[in-house]
């Protein structure tokens, strides 16, 4: 059973950078269509990026297109996150599809997938 855990995150200041992770103990994320996707202190969660499978497409939300990147790299699923804001603060969530091979479109897929990760907090602060 796929299983996701997120790690990376934490406190850095504005304009810092992060990169956080999604991996899956024992089983290669090469095959999943991930999405990242996050959620701030009072507000609805907002969909931040998605990687598909086969084309490879990426999609990203306005708000951080630019300075978020979505890759993949050794069976992992990274967020390299630039010139962060204060407004980049929420736990970031890491999703899948169980079902391998699947293709995903657009920056909001994480509503459509069914594994879920725990969780990562980013703290953007001085």
């Known amino acids: 059973q796929l299983q996701l855990v997120e790690s990376g995150g934490g406190l850095v200041q504005p304009g810092g950078s992060l990169r956080l992770s999604c991996a899956a103990s024992g089983v290669t994320l090469d095959i999943y269509a991930i999405g990242w996707s996050r959620q701030a202190p009072g507000k609805e969660r907002e969909g931040v990026s998605c990687?598909?499978?086969?084309?490879?497409n990426t999609y990203y939300a306005d708000s951080v297109k630019g300075r978020f990147t979505i890759s993949r790299d050794n069976g992992k699923v990274y967020l390299q996150m630039n010139d962060l804001k204060p407004e980049d603060t929420a736990v970031y969530y890491c999703?899948?599809?169980?079902?391998?091979?699947?293709?995903?479109?657009?920056?909001?897929?994480?509503?459509?997938?069914?594994?879920w990760g725990q969780g990562t907090l980013v703290t953007v602060s001085s």
């Open positions: 999703a899948a599809d169980a079902r391998p091979y699947t293709m995903v479109a657009g920056s909001d897929c994480s509503r459509y997938l069914d594994v």
């Open positions: 990687i598909s499978t086969s084309d490879g």
